[in-house]
């Protein structure tokens, strides 16, 4: 077992795991009942194959991504349906590695980091959800890339694989205030400390003072290179296919009232109200819990990207108003880059990891005779969604008392 842990043989193996199941799937596809394939793997095969005609892939419904992606997976046509599938876990692989050179770069051994990256290269969560032709290993190993370059101090990769993964999925836009606060000017010791006698002065001054901070050149470049990526790729697809593209990959997923049952403590609420006139200001309200908890985290944490990173999309994805498991991914990645810093014993970590499980598990029960035997479980459904929030939080938190960095976050350079 301690030499399945070492850094080639771990890697290695995580690949062959990943490719024996693809195969295994394509057999399964083609003799059973119950498909192995992910059924957005057809969807983004069709969008694929609109484009190799010339047509714009939205003519294919459901489908909802950025351009980019059915591009990518143009040789799931010319080549072979089971490309899109390699491409994926060869992601998946890499941000393996990715968190790999995050750890080593925190000053952790070889050893001890392959130990922690086996948490996710091992992980039976993540292997099977690209296996079965899931994206959301493109855009872990984009976020982790944009981790890594802004812990190594390459500013301009940083900023480059940050807008793309923004325009690939619009959830890491959240990462925009904490990187800033990162980039920005020191404040001088001064501003920091005035006198609070001089009142509205003082306070007038600190404003200032911080807005002045948000003019370093770091943190200009970083924008002007991010928002280049993410402006040029919008700007060309927008050429491409018109306001179609806009509506379908990103306005959609920000008046989206998913009414059908998931883990978001807002689903019974939007169902309920899914012929209401408010509805569509219900939806846009439970943005706020959200914006309010992420403007916390990215100022209290913002020092330690890992970390504060992690607790974006952990709360981002816990307080969403469509949360289901494939959404886990999200913050699933970046929990190796925060596991080392944690002084939780191996008993309370493992019960904490059982606790989430058990929280999924209660909301399983109903959710299971809603959709396969056909009782109304709504309710029940809800309240185990609530349940699973109350248990996601406790997590959070004693994952917070619990952090102790390694060592103090650099401040960031350009190349």
């Known amino acids: 077992m301690s030499k399945l842990l070492e850094k080639r043989p771990l890697f290695i193996a995580s690949f062959i795991i990943r490719l024996v ?31 190799t005609k010339g047509e714009s892939p939205y003519n294919r419904s459901t489908y909802r991504y950025t351009p980019l992606l059915a591009w990518l997976l143009t040789p799931n046509v010319y080549l072979s349906p089971m490309y899109g599938k390699l491409l994926f876990i060869t992601c998946d692989v890499l941000s393996g590695l990715l968190i790999y050179h995050i750890l080593r770069l925190q000053g952790l051994p070889s050893q001890v980091a392959c130990r922690v990256c086996s948490l996710w290269l091992l992980n039976p969560l993540p292997i099977g959800v690209s296996s079965r032709g899931n994206a959301e290993s493109l855009l872990a190993a984009l976020v982790l890339g944009t981790l890594l370059c802004m812990e190594g101090r390459r500013l301009v990769w940083a900023a480059m694989l940050y807008g793309l993964s923004v325009h690939m999925k619009i959830y890491p836009v959240t990462y925009a205030l ?85 883990f978001s403590p807002y689903f019974y609420m939007l169902y309920l109200t899914a012929d209401s006139p408010w509805s569509l200001w219900l939806g846009l309200a439970a943005f706020l819990p959200q914006l309010v908890l992420l403007l916390q985290a990215s100022w209290s944490y913002h020092q330690d990207l890992g970390l504060c990173c992690f607790l974006h999309t952990a709360l981002f994805v816990s307080f969403n108003k469509v949360c289901t498991s494939q959404y886990f991914l999200w913050y699933l990645c ?82």
């Open 178 to 262: 904490p990187f800033a606060l990162v980039l920005r000017t020191p404040p001088e010791g001064g501003m920091e400390g005035g006198s609070r006698k001089e009142g509205w002065l003082w306070r007038g001054r600190r404003v200032l003072g911080f807005l002045r901070s948000l003019l370093s050149r770091d943190l200009l470049l970083f924008a002007t290179v991010a928002g280049g990526v993410f402006g040029g790729l919008n700007l060309l697809f927008y050429h491409m296919y018109g306001w179609e593209f806009l509506q379908e990959t990103y306005l959609y997923h920000l008046t989206r009232r998913d009414t059908r049952h998931n």
């Open 21 to 51: 199941l693809v195969g295994y799937g394509e057999y399964q596809d083609r003799t059973m009942v119950v498909k192995f394939t992910d059924i957005d793997y057809h969807v983004f095969t069709d969008a694929a194959r609109f484009i």
């Open 334 to 415: 970046l929990l190796p880059v925060v596991i080392p810093g944690l002084s939780l014993s191996p008993r309370r970590g493992g019960g904490l990891l059982l606790l989430w499980f058990a929280g999924q598990g209660i909301w399983l029960g109903p959710a299971y005779f809603l959709e396969f035997e056909g009782y109304n479980t709504f309710l029940l459904i809800w309240l185990a969604g609530l349940l699973f929030l109350v248990i996601n939080c406790y997590i959070l938190i004693q994952i917070i008392v619990h952090y102790r960095p390694a060592q103090t976050t650099i401040r960031l350079k350009t190349e």
